[in-house]
């Protein structure tokens, strides 16, 4: 018996919408028009990227181009609570590796996944511009710094 796939549905909203009218006759607008998507969505999916390609005439694999390219970019869903772990110099100095791998297995996830209960999901970044702090992460919009590994339960635990 042949299976088929269940095509997503996707709505994109009136201003994510006139933002991409706005920006598609700019050239290199591609990459804005991305972020925009992304900061909508929260990541990129495969509906939205075939619904960009419509909305843009720029071909689907052109934009999955530039999606992988950028490691910014992500096309699965990321927890509720992203947390992002500076590895910028001073924090990749102090610890920030060892801090993302601490809550990798805290967590029970590798690079790219999201926990069973969809709250976290764990991303390097490589400057959050607080480096006096270093090493930090962000959980949520909340900026931790000084880490030490021992004090990522207690944080976590806030969100769970």
């Not at 996707?10 to 028009?33: A, H, N, Q, R, Y």
């Not at 991303?123 to 710094?145: F, H, K, N, Q, S």
């Amino acid at each position: 018996m042949a299976q088929t796939a269940v095509k997503e549905e996707i709505t994109f909203p009136p201003e994510l919408i006139t933002f991409i009218d706005e920006w598609k006759v700019k050239p290199g607008s591609l990459i804005m028009i991305l972020h925009k998507t992304q900061e909508t969505f929260g990541y990129i999916s495969r509906a939205a990227a075939e619904q960009l390609s419509l909305l843009t005439g720029i071909h689907l694999a052109r934009i999955y181009g530039v999606i992988s390219f950028y490691h910014f970019f992500k096309t699965s869903k990321p927890g509720k609570y992203k947390i992002s772990v500076c590895l910028g110099t001073a924090c990749y100095l102090k610890g920030g590796q060892d801090l993302m791998e601490e809550a990798r297995s805290l967590l029970g996830i590798t690079e790219d996944e999201v926990t069973k209960d969809g709250l976290f999901s764990i991303d390097p970044v490589r400057c959050v511009g607080c480096c006096g702090l270093a090493p930090v992460i962000v959980v949520g919009g909340d900026t931790y710094g000084k880490l030490k590994k021992s004090m990522l339960p207690e944080i976590i635990s806030k969100y769970k």
